[in-house]
């Protein structure tokens, strides 16, 4: 049994199959400077991996840009950001722009969002992400609102796009874990368990090649249920036990899937926001009455539709787009919650012995000969050892855009912790560059003042806004 293996060894074992990927694919040259270099700078195959996106529409951006490469995302990338008028934003991609690239397409993506039609993924009631099983029929539905007819091919063509959204989704994630990159996104326990289990590859049959489908070998259980719909859970947990006669309740093997429609403010006001679709559970379901003989039967054909049938094709989707960039045998060697802190850091109590280590400093900051820190410097450690374990990690996350640790320590931060004076105003707030995890720290003349400033900053989150 791999559990029976330490998490930090497991650990270790996963980035050792990620380096020996990387050097059979980069042709030995693991660094992007010299892989780049092996090509010839002005080698069109190169010029595939570079993406220009908007701050505005990034997900949609980065989508258009690199769905082409397929697992070509395991390569160096390199990111332009551009404004609102398509200029690009001063700054050279060094690693820095990649690591807020990824940051801000995922949060982007599993956010929720007031300008699509509908949101990607959806929250439970622990606030935990798992895809939006009525994202497919919502999309059906939006379309016979606009009249387009079922199975034509501008309807077949809008369902293959959004689950091309799905497996880029997948891709992004799988290439923040590639590149030991972590994101601040908690998932559903019950969505990672698909996670680690095979895929099976099964034709669709479609024109597009690489549509092939993804049929995990996850299977639902009543319990996992209990994490996607407590109300629903309760319900059948009080069907399994009634004394009574179950008949009584007058239910069917069918199950009603709501369907969230995002209409425009006037489309509202004249049509319900919300569709039902009844579904049959088993042939002629509709005909066949839950009894005290057959309830069990029910109940596990409730739980697999609503883990595994309703949202098949989008999780499917998602898994095939991970699976392009993670094989999934390497995910099998841990557990639901030991892949959340794969995809987004340790919870442990943050060392900041361990993060001081591993800091480096510019500016006024860089330590000399003589070995010794700067007052200013000597006065955010100990503020930083004083802090309550949620003050250091919102300092963490106000600085690195995720308020875990790395895995295996700080030593694994990529682009590592760093401190760079940023004036002597003691009036001035301390701010971040979270594309390089730079903290730009004014040269505070006491430890006082340095606490409240830094309170103050990683509270309202200010960031870029003071630089």
């Not at 994101?183 to 969505?191: E, P």
Request: charged fraction near 25%; glycine fraction near 6%.
């Amino acid at each position: 049994m791999p559990y029976a293996i330490p998490f930090s060894t497991r650990v270790k074992i996963f980035r050792e199959f990620v380096a020996v990927d990387q050097l059979k694919r980069r042709d030995q040259h693991v660094d992007p400077d010299a892989w780049r270099a092996a090509f010839g700078i002005d080698n069109s195959h190169i010029s595939s991996y570079h993406a220009r996106v908007g701050r505005t529409r990034l997900f949609e951006d980065a989508f258009l840009e690199l769905w082409e490469l397929g697992d070509g995302l395991k390569e160096p990338i390199q990111i332009e950001f551009v404004d609102q008028f398509g200029a690009p934003e001063p700054g050279v991609d060094g690693g820095g722009l990649l690591k807020e690239f990824l940051d801000c397409v995922t949060q982007e993506a599993f956010a929720p969002t007031k300008t699509a039609d509908f949101d990607m993924f959806i929250e439970n009631d622990n606030r935990l992400l798992h895809p939006n099983p009525a994202a497919v029929d919502t999309q059906k539905a939006l379309m016979k609102e606009s009249g387009v007819d079922e199975g034509s091919p501008e309807w077949n063509e809008a369902l293959r796009d959004l689950l091309r959204r799905y497996e880029f989704l997948g891709r992004i994630v799988g290439k923040c874990m590639y590149e030991g990159i972590l994101v601040n996104v908690s998932l559903a326990g019950f969505f990672l368990s698909k996670w680690a289990f095979p895929t099976l590859s099964i034709s669709d049959h479609s024109s597009d090649s690489r549509s092939t489908l993804y049929e995990s070998g996850y299977r639902a259980s009543l319990n996992e249920l209990r994490e996607l719909d407590n109300e629903l859970y309760q319900g059948l947990v009080q069907l399994k036990h009634e004394l009574g006669n179950v008949e009584d309740y007058g239910l069917t093997f069918t199950i009603d899937d709501p369907v969230f429609m995002a209409y425009s403010e006037e489309a509202r006001r004249s049509a319900p926001s919300t569709q039902v679709i009844t579904r049959e559970l088993r042939p002629n379901g509709s005909n066949i009455a839950v009894t005290n003989a057959n309830r069990l039967l029910y109940i596990s054909y409730v739980a697999r539709h609503k883990l595994e049938s309703q949202p098949r094709l989008q999780t499917n989707a998602f898994l095939r787009g991970l699976a392009s960039i993670i094989n999934p045998s390497w995910l099998s060697m841990f557990n639901p919650a030991e892949i959340q802190t794969l995809v987004s850091g340790d919870s442990a109590e943050i060392d900041v012995a361990d993060l001081r280590r591993h800091t480096i400093y510019g500016g006024v900051y860089v330590i000399g000969d003589d070995r010794q820190e700067h007052p200013t410097v000597q006065y955010f450690w100990k503020v930083m050892k004083s802090f309550s374990d949620a003050e250091r990690r919102k300092v963490l996350q106000f600085v690195t855009s995720t308020p875990r640790a790395p895995l295996l320590g700080f030593q694994q931060l990529r682009p590592q912790f760093c401190i760079r004076d940023s004036g002597s105003q003691q009036n001035r707030l301390p701010s971040a560059s979270t594309c390089i995890n730079l903290l730009k720290l004014p040269r505070y003349s006491d430890v006082k003042t340095l606490r409240e400033k830094l309170l103050t900053a990683v509270s309202l989150n200010v960031g870029f806004g003071l630089s």
